[in-house]
């Protein structure tokens, strides 16, 4: 049974820092991509950032470029997002999903992803 769990979501002041977990069981970790998406309250959900298969190829919404950071540890089935100077406009509940791409690469189109977790509350308010 295909299974991702988030953590590390919390309230945060703005400027402040968190760290994401995304851990995986039930199937096989490195045929899949991961993918970071949130949803805000009355907004679709929408992709933020991706790591491919063996970590060699990432992508980031322009939002978020030079302030997240995806990596991905195989060894223990974990993606994470680092994310930095953290704005108000980042609160919103933050998904992983796991999705099957050929080949060295990701998206963060979440139509390419059809393992989901179920999410954890990211807000950033002083």
């Known amino acids: 049974q295909v299974q991702l769990v988030e953590s590390g979501g919390a309230l945060v002041q703005p400027g402040g820092s968190l760290r994401l977990s995304c851990a995986a069981s039930g199937f096989t970790w490195n045929y899949y991509a991961i993918g970071w998406f949130r949803q805000a309250p009355g907004k679709e959900r929408e992709g933020v950032s991706c790591?491919?298969?063996?970590?060699?190829?990432?992508d980031y919404a322009s939002a978020v470029k030079g302030r997240f950071t995806i990596s991905r540890d195989n060894a223990k089935n974990t993606v994470y997002l680092q994310m930095n100077s953290l704005k108000p406009e980042d609160t919103a509940v933050y998904y992983c999903a796991a999705g099957p791409f050929v080949g060295d690469r990701c998206s963060t189109d979440r139509q390419q992803y059809g393992n989901w977790g179920q999410g954890t509350q990211v807000t950033v308010s002083s």
């Open positions: 790591v491919s298969r063996f970590g060699g190829s990432t």
